[in-house]
């Protein structure tokens, strides 16, 4: 969850699983296979165990026509790779795994294959002075690789970077490096690729260099792959990198299909699939995204869209998390995360008041069968807070909508599983996750003095808030989504802390004074910590939390004298 949200956890004050099957897949992902050009790959094979009671009912689906899985009793998928009619190039598909009732079910497999056939041609932009920019070209013989250029000298370079298992692939990088003093220009040249035992390995390949001191645009992710259904539109953001020269400025985005829009803040590119009057099944797009960069025409971000046909809510396999740091552990008393589809209505909806209840919008949620507060309800994103009473092992969540419950996942509960909040912070050139703590004295981050934030470096002997999450069940009983006591506190216990690595401070020593739910509070935690005499100073010092055996993840704080 950004942690921003949070605004309104410091802004309102106020077991076991079931008898049943549970599926677990060999593996979720194949790939890549590299195939020759007309071939059909060989048939896949994974395995499907029953790590619960009952029997598993397999039965399976693919997204692409080239994909068809069986299932072979309730043991195992066979995926037949029908690629004979693919052109060259790289797919990735996926095969659904389901048996109804089971926990954990369906499970996605993806499938990436890349058909083999060496390109007619390469285009590569770089900036005067610039990086190298690679392409690989994938071979499925052994080739004789050389280069000419016909304009502008030592460029242009190719090398074998390996082969794939027991020989069926060969990859080729194909490398493009601006010389020194090379002024902008497009340059050209040829890869050669001969002696293949595979005959449509062997091609000139021409290769063109756009060096140009205009930007030029990369995208993370490079592509999206969305899932949706119903009426219920989905998103997601994709940023613009200049890999090039001067000022990246983008004017406008375009999509390829009706359901594929987006929108463009700075350097942020929004990209929305919309289900309404579609089909269940897969939608290929790709968003334009219109620029001065020099490769805006041909620099687009591929989009798959899968429609499902249920209207049902979808848990993802795997799809509970802590809310800090998105880890798969979660504990009593902690605020966690689902995540998955048509989980809530499109608009989203964050309680307004505490005590939290069991019903936000039509949105419940249950662990291990115990209703759960819910505080924040998306389409996508379902925020809660994990009751008390669950016992720690393996347990199980459900989503209910409107009347409509989800599938069932697992998920890893712990009697303590400590996250201290963060946020990213960039000093020196480097990026930190400091931790979300405070100046006791005037409610100022602990940071390097920053434009914008209230901020400056704690001093040795002053006393900080810590706000964390996961630290377990308290001294005192505290309802479920009520807001927690200021007297008496409920505390939790803590065996030390680290600052800056090797220096251990014990509970004992006064250096924690405090450690429970944080008062008028719902799922926080705040440990109180005077800063030690002793501890190192600095811009950036690591601080961890440890309550037994379990051990926070590691945030960093500014420390002077």
Known sequence: MDWKRYAFLLGVTAGALYATPQLQLSTTALGPLHFAVGSNGPTQTVTANNIGDGSLNLSVSGSASWLQPTATGNSAIQIALNTASLAPGTYTEFVTVNSPGAIDAPQNIS???????????????AAPGGAAVTQQVVTQGLVNAQ??????TGWLSVSLSGQGSFGTYFPYNVTVTPQAGQPASDYVGTVSFTGSP???????VAVTLHLTSSPIQQFSPASLVLTSGGTVKTAAAVTAINTGQGTLSITSVQG???WLTGTVSGSTVTVTADPTGLAGGVYQGALTVNSNAANAAVATVPVEFVVKASSAPFLSFGGVVDNATFGPTISPGMIAQAYGILLSGSTPTLAASLPLGNNLGGVQVSVNGIPAPVYYASAGVVDFVVPFSVQPGTGTVTLTYNGVTSNTVSTTIAAQAPRILSFP???GGQSYKYGIIVNASDGSYPVPTTAGLFSHPAKIGDTVTIYALGMGVTNQNVADGAASPS???????????TIGGGFYYPVQDGTI????????FVGLYQINLTIPQDAPTGNAIALELHQGSAVSNQVFMAISN
């Open 111 to 125: 499938v990436t294959i890349q058909i083999g056939g060496t390109p007619s041609t390469l285009t590569f932009y």
């Open 147 to 152: 280069t000419t250029t016909l304009s502008g």
């Open 198 to 204: 595979v005959l449509t390995d062997d091609k000139q």
């Open 256 to 258: 390829s299909a009706g």
């Open 425 to 427: 912070l960039t000093v």
């Open 487 to 497: 007297s008496p506190l409920a505390t939790v216990p803590v065996s030390y802390i």
């Open 513 to 520: 004074q405090f450690a429970g739910l944080a008062p008028g």
